[in-house]
């Protein structure tokens, strides 16, 4: 089984910035993609920034430029820094992986817990 673990999040000023981390264990053959979604409440989930094993990345077009996936492929672990953050990207940020297990070589696409990111003056 594949668990994910976020840290990272919590309060900060419009303009100032947060960095998220989201780590990766179990049995893990390969992961294909790492990314986040955020969700506010009332609406749904939708994509922040995602990144390939091949380190292709994509946005949304609300956090481009601002926001940068990253990933450090020996630790299993993803980042994602915000920078220029502003009251609309106030949500839950869940973490999410997706590739193949060790043994079966089943698929797995867990979701980490979420944190908290709030700015707010």
């Known amino acids: 089984q594949v668990q994910l673990v976020e840290s990272g999040g919590g309060l900060v000023q419009p303009g100032g910035s947060l960095r998220l981390s989201c780590a990766a264990s179990?049995?893990?053959?390969?992961?294909?993609?790492m990314g986040w979604y955020r969700q506010a409440p009332g609406k749904q989930r939708d994509l922040v920034a995602t990144i390939t094993s091949g380190s292709s990345t994509n946005y949304a077009d609300s956090v481009k430029g601002r926001f940068t996936i990253s990933r450090d492929k020996a630790k299993n672990t993803a980042y994602l820094q915000m920078n220029s953050l502003k009251p609309p990207d106030t949500a839950v940020y869940y973490c999410t992986a997706d590739g193949t297990e060790e043994g079966d070589y089943g698929t797995f696409e867990p979701w980490g817990q979420g944190n908290q990111v709030t700015d707010s003056p």
């Open positions: 179990g049995s893990i053959f390969a992961i294909v993609r």
